[in-house]
């Protein structure tokens, strides 16, 4: 049988800083697994709301999907992943990749190959991060004789996103895990999925968004969400339906190799704590059997 995934929720750049440990402490109360939050530009930091979400719980672990290796540096990244790993070990989730291209050009910092710049950066990240002093001079990571002073005890995985066959590749090769994005297709799903298991074996923690909605109206509240990102109404992408749907749902996309799937409510959300409390007990009957 295949095992239930982490069950959580993400707190999205359309909720105002405000909502986050209302959302938090929704989630643990709740009994779900995890919250994972997003760094868009120019929203919300992710280092720090990820900052508050653990201040704010006990339990619950807490996903960066993702940081724009771009928009830091290295060693900055690494200072600001292990204080947060020192105080709260074991329940922090960091995620990096390339960043959206265009962003990063808006503020001057698009690289000439986002991948080059990606691998030089999980690489040195993972090195810092294990309390290894990094001298480094590649194209794009400039390292001398770095050393972190608290290097995390429990040092976190790190979970690297990216689309395209070249970026999954990288992605499923360097990182603890693989973040992929929302608003794909069960088959789009599948595919990847098979894809980082051929680079890493099975079981390598993969991390799936989903578009999700109940009560009335749902399905067109789906629909509606998905071309934000990148998906195509009608398809039947994304979850919409009474627990009995969701629970479907997840069984499915765990089929399909998703173990940390991320319950991603739609902008116009009429009851963000209702649905929160309905994913909980979505999660108690998978856990029931």
């Not at 001398?144 to 608290?150: E, I, Q, T």
């Not at 409510?265 to 409390?277: H, M, Q």
Request: glycine share 12%.
């Amino acid at each position: 049988m295949t095992p239930v995934p982490a069950l959580g929720l993400c707190f999205t750049p359309d909720m105002a800083p405000g909502s986050l440990v209302r959302l938090a402490q929704s989630i643990e109360a709740a009994g779900l697994d995890e919250l994972w939050v997003w760094e868009d530009c120019f929203k919300e930091s992710g280092v720090a709301s990820a900052a508050v979400a653990l201040a704010s719980t006990v339990r619950i672990r807490v996903g960066i999907g993702l940081m724009p290796t771009p928009l830091r540096n290295v060693a900055l990244t690494a200072m600001e992943v292990a204080t947060l790993a020192g105080a709260f070990p074991g329940r922090l989730m960091p995620g990096i990749g390339h960043g959206v291209q265009e962003w990063m050009g808006q503020v001057g910092a698009r690289a000439r190959s986002p991948l080059g710049l990606l691998e030089e950066y999980a690489t040195a990240l993972r090195a810092l991060l294990a309390g290894e002093t990094v001298t480094t001079d590649g194209a794009y990571v400039h390292l001398d004789g770095v050393r972190l002073d608290w290097p995390p005890e429990v040092v976190p995985p790190l979970f690297i996103g990216g689309t395209g066959p070249k970026s999954v590749r990288l992605a499923a090769g360097l990182g603890d895990g693989y973040l992929a994005p929302c608003a794909w297709s069960d088959a789009q799903v599948a595919d990847v999925s098979e894809q980082v298991t051929a680079v890493r074996g099975p079981g390598h923690p993969f991390v799936y968004s989903e578009i999700a909605a109940t009560g009335p109206g749902a399905r067109e509240r789906v629909d509606a969400e998905l071309p934000r990102y990148g998906g195509e109404a009608g398809r039947q992408i994304g979850t919409a339906g009474d627990e009995d749907v969701f629970v479907d749902a997840v069984r499915r996309l765990a089929g399909l190799g998703v173990d940390h799937l991320v319950i991603q409510p739609t902008k116009d959300e009429p009851d963000l704590d209702g649905l929160v409390a309905f994913v909980g007990r979505v999660r108690t009957r998978l856990h029931e059997g």
